[in-house]
């Protein structure tokens, strides 16, 4: 790690235009959101050469802790406390069912009526699932509701509720476009408003002001 430091430091004292970023992310932001937002900080800074890992955010904060990224963008909680966290984002997370689901005729569905369909899941580790089980377990409604298939991404988790294998919740974000093509339906649950916080995490001696 200091070897590392210490290179960086030289390239940046003799002008070497050849500056690397890596940028850490997990799922859900690294797909969905971040994109679009290091394509502009690329055009502002042409002479960084941009580099993005993607991964679940306990993976994504480990490549942090050993310096293999520079700086992470995860959802979900942060335990390290070496490590400086600060909120750049929020997403909410809603309910989406097939469109011929019959919850789709109602205006809202009461939250103890999940435990009847099928839910599928993203996998254990998740950031975006550990958020929506403690939600559940808010609600009291956790144990009651069948944990009936765990997919390993979001494409294949919005597949499957299309297919009309089961229903999910899922950031607003990742299912924009199949809102607006009416490929999956929005479900208002009553009372219920779920969201999470986004967090840029980096080591304290990575970057100077």
């Known amino acids: 790690a200091l070897h590392t430091r210490s290179k960086e430091t030289i390239q940046m004292l003799i002008g070497n235009d050849e500056l690397k970023l890596n940028v850490g992310a997990s799922l859900t932001i690294g797909e969905y959101f971040l994109p679009r937002v290091l ?3 690329k055009r502002n800074n042409p002479s960084i050469r941009l580099l993005l890992e993607i991964g679940n955010t306990p993976n994504i904060l480990e490549k942090l802790a050993d310096d293999v990224i520079d700086i992470a963008f995860v959802e979900g909680v942060v335990e ?3 490590f400086l966290v600060e909120k750049f984002a929020d997403d909410e ?3 989406v069912c097939p ?3 019959p919850w789709t005729k109602r205006e809202t569905i009461n939250i103890e009526e999940l435990s009847k369909e099928h839910m599928i899941w993203r996998e254990s580790t998740s950031g975006t699932r550990m958020i929506v089980e403690q939600a559940l377990k808010k609600y009291g409604v956790l144990e009651k509701i069948e944990n009936f298939m765990e997919l390993g991404s979001t494409q294949a988790i919005k ?6 294998l089961g ?3 899922l950031p607003r974000i990742t299912v924009e476009k199949e809102l607006e093509h009416h490929n999956l339906a929005e479900i208002k649950i009553k009372g219920v408003f779920i969201h999470r916080n986004l967090w840029m995490v980096q080591k304290p001696q990575r970057f100077s002001k």
């Open 159 to 164: 597949s499957a509720v299309e297919a009309g």
């Open 99 to 101: 469109i011929d689901h």
């Open 167 to 169: 229903i999910t919740i």
């Open 39 to 41: 394509g502009m900080y």
């Open 93 to 95: 997370l809603i309910l």
């Open 80 to 82: 390290k406390k070496q």
